[in-house]
């Protein structure tokens, strides 16, 4: 059974960047011909999707995220990061990790990541 | 790239049909037969329940549906049940190669 798990600060700064890791198990990314993306959802509103990342390493990205959004995937580790740069409060989400492109058929539990001084 | 349009509520009683609609544009829900419906309890992470427009994943029950005309999809719940309770999203590919998601409906059964 596939299972994904995201880990990482629940507190970060305004202006800083926020870092999330999504720990894969049950499966391999490596070579697995799936995509892997990341969603996130803030407090008592609709999902808002972020982006995501095949196997091999290429990206698509949301237009109105992409200037401060980078996924990236370590293999060695069956991982999936997700770094958000120059955070405001309105980055303030439960951010999910799961695996698709457009279309998410597993899903991490989700991660609350609160910015605020 | 804009959310899908949903209603932001919709309530039913046990045993009836409820439909949720999603709207979108050509270069979404239009323009492709890859709209994706999730069911989403409190506090927990979102389930896929509906895909590329009419398809369910192994283990849904066949109460759930969808469709599509135009540019709007639909949801349909029959023989709702209290178990419904939750939040629905609709998804979308689009044009650009990205993945768009609905507002989000709170569906509520009597």
């Known amino acids: 059974q596939l299972q994904l798990q995201e880990s990482g600060p629940g507190l970060v700064k305004p202006s800083e960047t926020l870092s999330l890791t999504c720990s894969v198990s049950?499966?391999?990314?490596?070579?697995?011909?799936?995509?892997w993306g990341w969603i996130r959802q803030p407090p008592g509103k609709g999902l808002e999707w972020i982006g995501s990342i095949y196997d091999s390493g290429s990206t698509y990205y949301n237009p109105s995220l992409k200037s401060r959004v980078t996924i990236s995937v370590d293999t060695s580790k069956n991982q999936i990061s997700l770094k958000v740069n120059s955070v405001t409060a309105a980055d303030t989400a439960v951010y999910y990790c799961?695996?698709?492109?457009?279309?998410?058929?597993?899903w991490g539990q989700g991660t609350l990541v609160t910015v605020s001084s | 790239q804009s959310a899908l349009t949903q209603p932001a509520s919709v309530s039913g009683s046990p045993g009836q049909s409820i439909t949720i609609s999603c709207t979108g544009t050509?270069?979404?829900?239009?323009?492709?037969?890859?709209v994706s419906w999730y069911q989403q309890h409190p506090g927990k992470a979102p389930k896929l329940i509906i895909y590329d427009v009419n398809n369910r994943p192994s283990g849904v029950s066949n109460r759930f549906s969808g469709s599509k005309s135009g540019n709007t999809a639909s949801l349909t719940i029959s023989g709702l049940q209290a178990e419904d309770e939750a939040d629905y999203h609709c998804?979308?590919?689009?044009?650009?190669?990205?993945?768009?998601f609905g507002g989000g409906t709170k569906l509520t059964v009597l």
């Open positions: 050509s270069s979404d829900v239009g323009g492709y037969n890859y």
């Open positions: 049950g499966g391999s990314i490596s070579s697995s011909g799936y995509y």
């Open positions: 998804s979308s590919y689009t044009s650009s190669n990205t993945g768009v």
């Open positions: 799961a695996r698709g492109w457009f279309r998410f058929d597993y």
